[in-house]
Nanobody, 128 residues
Framework: QVQLVESGGGLVQAGGSLRLSCAAS?????????????MAWFRQAPGKEREFVAA????????NYPDSVKGRFTISRVNAKNTVYLQMNSLKPEDTAVYYC????????????????WGQGTQVTVSS
C-alpha cells in the first residue's frame, strides 16, 4: 500500500518561510504509482475541520489554491524523486496547523473526499 511521509514542519516567526516535503512510495487505493498521483496539501488546526491548502495534477500542469494562501504558497512536484513540495512564504499565525499530504485519482481536486491516501502530518507553528 502507498505511504506518504511529510517533513519540514517547525516553528517560524510571522513573515517567515518554510518548505514542506512529502515523500511517496507504493500505490494508492486507486492503484496509481507516484507519476500518476494527483497530490494535495490540507491542514487542520485544533477544533477545526481539515482545510484545503493546495493541489497539483499528476503531470504538474494544473494547480489550485484557496484565496487564503494564493500568492503566498506554491505546490510543486518532482516525479523522478517521488516527492511533492509546499513552499510557504509570508507565513501568518493563522497558518498554524498540522499539514497533511494527500494522494488521489482526481486531478488537482480541492475537496477532501476526492483523496484516498493520507500522510501522518507535520506540525507548522507560526508565532506573532
Amino acid at each position: 500500500q502507498v505511504q506518504l511521509v511529510e517533513s519540514g514542519g517547525g516553528l517560524v516567526q510571522a513573515g517567515g518561510s518554510l518548505r514542506l516535503s512529502c515523500a511517496a512510495s507504493g500505490r494508492t487505493a486507486s492503484g496509481r504509482t507516484f507519476s500518476n498521483y494527483n497530490m494535495a496539501w490540507f491542514r487542520q488546526a485544533p477544533g477545526k475541520e481539515r482545510e484545503f491548502v493546495a493541489a497539483i495534477s499528476w503531470s504538474g500542469s494544473i494547480t489550485n489554491y484557496p484565496d487564503s494562501v494564493k500568492g503566498r504558497f506554491t505546490i510543486s512536484r518532482v516525479n523522478a524523486k517521488n516527492t511533492v513540495y509546499l513552499q510557504m512564504n509570508s507565513l501568518k499565525p493563522e497558518d498554524t496547523a498540522v499539514y497533511y499530504c494527500a494522494a488521489g485519482p482526481t486531478g488537482a481536486a480541492v475537496v477532501r473526499t476526492q483523496y484516498d491516501t493520507w500522510g501522518q502530518g507535520t506540525q507548522v507553528t507560526v508565532s506573532s
